[in-house]
């Protein structure tokens, strides 16, 4: 089955400053990689996702990257800001069962 | 209305209670899913029913037994739980079964304790 792989676990960044999330993959039939953010006692929420036929995609502050020949894949918050203080779970799906990297405890302080 | 809901919201239950949670959703989705979620871990899969069919178990212990009465509606039916199934449940739904492209919606959760 997937293996999903998250780097860092936990991320202290200065408010302003960038944040970079890292994820790889096993599954080379995972074909759609979406991005969780989890607030304490919230639910996941989806925050941006990307389909294995693009390579990079943006949303305001938050872009995510996708390298199919390496099986990697990134998430870029830019200007962080304290709300953006959270888990962050990315995730590999193939055939629509989705599998979750462990997680990275972001922390912006002001 | 684009959201997933759970009742109950916390739940305390004996080893011998029998319980149920209950998940609904109305944007016509045809997969919904059951997750459990430990303190600082990622979600887990559970089960996966696709066109009310259960089409995945992820080899769960039979004092959890899903139920799907209709497309809006999924429930989890908990019986003789031990307390390290504490956790929180997680329920979610997608539009289209299988294949990829597949964005799934978080229901706010259960949070369950056993005693």
């Known amino acids: 089955g997937e293996n999903v792989e998250q780097h860092p676990s936990t991320l202290s960044v200065q408010e302003g400053d960038s944040a970079v999330i890292k994820c790889t993959y096993s599954?080379?039939?995972?074909?759609?990689f979406p991005w969780y953010k989890q607030e304490l006692g919230k639910r996941p929420q989806l925050i941006i996702d990307?389909?294995?036929?693009?390579g990079e995609k943006k949303d305001q502050r938050i872009a995510v990257t996708l390298n199919k020949t390496a099986k990697h894949f990134s998430l870029h918050i830019t200007e962080t800001q304290p709300e953006d203080s959270a888990v962050y779970f990315c995730?590999?799906?193939?055939?629509?069962?989705?599998?979750f990297g462990a997680g990275t405890q972001v922390v912006v302080t002001p | 209305d684009t959201e997933v809901t759970q009742t109950p919201k916390h739940l305390v239950m004996g080893m011998t209670n029998k319980k149920s949670l209950k998940c609904e959703q109305h944007m016509g989705h045809r997969a919904m899913y059951w997750y459990k979620q430990k303190a600082k871990k990622p979600p887990e899969l559970m089960f996966v029913?696709?066109?009310?069919?259960?089409?995945i178990n992820e080899s769960v212990p039979s004092r959890f037994s899903p139920e799907c009465p209709n497309s809006s509606l999924l429930n989890l039916h908990l019986h003789a739980l031990q307390p390290e199934d504490s956790a929180l449940y997680l329920c979610?739904?997608?539009?289209?079964?299988?294949?990829?492209?597949?964005?799934?919606?978080f229901g706010p959760g259960t949070r369950l304790t056993v005693l």
């Open positions: 990307i389909r294995s036929n693009v």
């Open positions: 979610a739904s997608s539009q289209n079964p299988g294949g990829g492209y597949n964005e799934q919606f």
């Open positions: 995730a590999a799906s193939s055939w629509g069962k989705l599998q």
């Open positions: 599954d080379s039939a995972s074909n759609y």
């Open positions: 029913y696709s066109y009310e069919k259960l089409s």
